[in-house]
Structure formats: structure tokens, C-alpha cells
């Protein structure tokens, strides 16, 4: 599977998504549905964890200087001064669902305040709500192992050596 499969795969995930989505707010899903929508979730995830391992390695690959976005110049993001590689994450785990004993899929690490929120395969998206709520711009991934950096308003994924 090259990147565009993958990309594509993601919006035909995500247009079932949304159906059933607005069939379930109605009220008119099958418990298959439901399950069916449970399935579709965790798939885009894994989807999305595929396309980002896969552009992280082919960052890796190419010379980096430090502090410096690789790839074209038009793909750069605009907020690494918001980008405190020192933070103090919140804690362990996503704040707020902590807070309401819930539970999450994957963690971003907001590089402004150091918010540890959940990812938007998780039900509650608290990392996204975090940027919308405060402007903060760029998150990353609080996965062990991962190193992927995500601009909201540049809508831009990279990596920092
Ligand atoms: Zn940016
Ligand atoms: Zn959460
Ligand atoms: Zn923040």
C-alpha cells in the first residue's frame, strides 16, 4: 500500500463513519451497526498510526538540522517557537479523562503547556478540544516510541531531531 491508498482508505473509513454517526444520533442503528462503527474506529486509528510511522521513517531518512522541519520549504510549520521540548507532561495519562474515569485509545502531548490529552480515535478527542479551547498549536505523540510532531493550524506533521 503506497500513501494514497492508505489516504484513501481513511475517507472511505471516515464517510461510513459519519453515516453511521448520524444514523446513531437518530436512533436508528442496529446493534451490528454499532459494533460495525466500534470496528471502523479502531481501524482509522490504525490507519492513521500506519501513514504517520510511514512519513516519520521517511523524515528520519533525510538529513535534519536542528530544530529544523525537514521535507519542501511550502511544508514548514510556523510555531516551533510554541514548541517547548522541555515541557512537563500533565501526567501519565489524558487529564480530563482521569478526571471522569474514562478511558482512552492513544495520548498527544500539547508542546505548549505539556496538556496530555486523547487522540480523535478516542470518544472524548481531549487533545483537539485542548488546541480549540486554548490556540495551543502543536501536539505530539505521547506514544513510547513515537516522535511525530502534529501543527493544527499548518495541518502539518513532522519531526524535530
Ligand atoms: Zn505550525
Ligand atoms: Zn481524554
Ligand atoms: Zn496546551
Not at 444520533?25 to 470496528?39: A, D, I
Not at 512519513?55 to 538540522?65: G, K
Not at 517557537?81 to 507532561?89: G, K, M, R
Amino acid at each position: 500500500m503506497d500513501d494514497q491508498q492508505i489516504i484513501d482508505h481513511i475517507n472511505s473509513l471516515a464517510s461510513e463513519e459519519h453515516l453511521l454517526f448520524n444514523r446513531e444520533s437518530e436512533g436508528k442503528v442496529s446493534p451490528e451497526e454499532r459494533e460495525r462503527l466500534r470496528r471502523i474506529e479502531v481501524t482509522l486509528d490504525q490507519a492513521w498510526d500506519l501513514l504517520h510511522q510511514r512519513r516519520a521513517r521517511r523524515n528520519a531518512a533525510r538529513p535534519r538540522d536542528r530544530r529544523r522541519v525537514p521535507g519542501m520549504s511550502a511544508e514548514t510549520c510556523s510555531h516551533l517557537d510554541e514548541v517547548h521540548l522541555d515541557v512537563a507532561p500533565s501526567g501519565d495519562g489524558c487529564k480530563e479523562c482521569l478526571e471522569i474515569g474514562d478511558i482512552w485509545v492513544h495520548l498527544r502531548l500539547c508542546m505548549s503547556c505539556g496538556h496530555v490529552g486523547c487522540c480523535d480515535s478516542s470518544k472524548n478527542k481531549h487533545a483537539t478540544k485542548h488546541h480549540r479551547a486554548t490556540d495551543h498549536p502543536v501536539i505530539r505523540s505521547f506514544q513510547p516510541g513515537e516522535d511525530w510532531f502534529w501543527c493544527y493550524p499548518d495541518q502539518l506533521m513532522f519531526e524535530l531531531d
